[in-house]
């Protein structure tokens, strides 16, 4: 099984990344199925939009996971109402919130089923990760390849989360803080794991913000509203790609990609 997961798409510039190099990766890699976080995929970098979605799902993406921005537009309602279930939220946010935090989709004769989780630590207060997981995987068959979507800020309560998972799911991808990190690793010879996967969207921004506007709001400590960058005309595109073994659920590889349009920017 080959499993391409794409890092935060953000705005246009991410969606521009996704259109130029995705083709190039699908030759490539030909991967059996595609995993993007979406939730800054929406114009102004805030949750994402129907046409967002749309215009992901064209492309190529199979499953679309979100975040601690999931809410962040209204169209989100609607999106996770559709009735063919690629878009998912965090398991633990409330009950009572619509839409789901897995999907299962059926690749040949095997099932692969993605899960979205949201951290704790300097993050909004949710239900405890490591509990809810636990409940979540205690009702998915063992056969099932496994990949954890864990968008978190902190890097210890990743790097715990892929340890606590370690033998119990194919991967556990981190997400959120949008920069690439160097500790793509197969924990325990079973688990890929990377703290964070990295960001699809501006080379020439603050985490695809404007530079202006965040380099501002830490000189002034004002509550400066904090704008997309939309000028660059270079981008970014951040993935890693999975290979499990031969009929096994056993993550063998774990493969950083790290694309530049524009390198010398």
Not at 90 to 116: D, Q
């Amino acid at each position: 099984m080959k499993i391409l997961f794409i890092g935060d798409i953000v705005g246009n510039i991410g969606i521009k990344a996704l259109s130029e190099y995705l083709p190039v990766l699908k030759d490539k890699y030909q991967p059996d199925i595609i995993v993007a976080n979406g939730e800054n995929v929406a114009p102004n970098g805030r949750g994402i939009t129907k046409s967002a979605f749309n215009i992901l799902s064209s492309l190529g993406i199979n499953i679309i996971t979100t975040g601690n921005h999931v809410w962040d537009n209204d169209d989100i309602y609607d999106l996770l109402e559709m009735t063919n279930n690629s878009i998912i939220r965090p398991a633990n946010y409330s009950k009572s919130l619509p839409g789901e935090f897995l999907i299962t989709r059926k690749i040949g004769t095997k099932n692969i089923t993605v899960i979205n989780i949201c951290g704790q630590a300097f993050m909004n207060p949710l239900n405890c990760p490591f509990e809810s997981i636990d409940k979540i995987l205690a009702n998915i068959p063992k056969n099932h390849y496994i990949i954890v979507d864990f968008h978190a800020e902190a890097t210890s309560e990743k790097i715990a989360m892929g340890y606590y998972l370690s033998g119990k799911v194919t991967a556990v991808i981190g997400t959120h803080t949008h920069v690439q990190t160097n500790d793509a690793q197969i924990i325990k010879e079973h688990t890929a794991y990377i703290t964070d996967v990295g960001m699809t969207g501006s080379n020439s921004s603050v985490l695809g913000m404007s530079t202006e506007t965040v380099i501002k709001r830490f000189q002034t400590k004002l509550p400066i509203k904090l704008n997309l960058d939309t000028t660059s005309s270079g981008w970014q595109f951040s993935a890693v790609l999975i290979n499990t073994a031969n009929d096994s659920t056993i993550a063998k590889s774990i493969i950083p990609i790290k694309e530049l349009s524009n390198p010398n920017i």
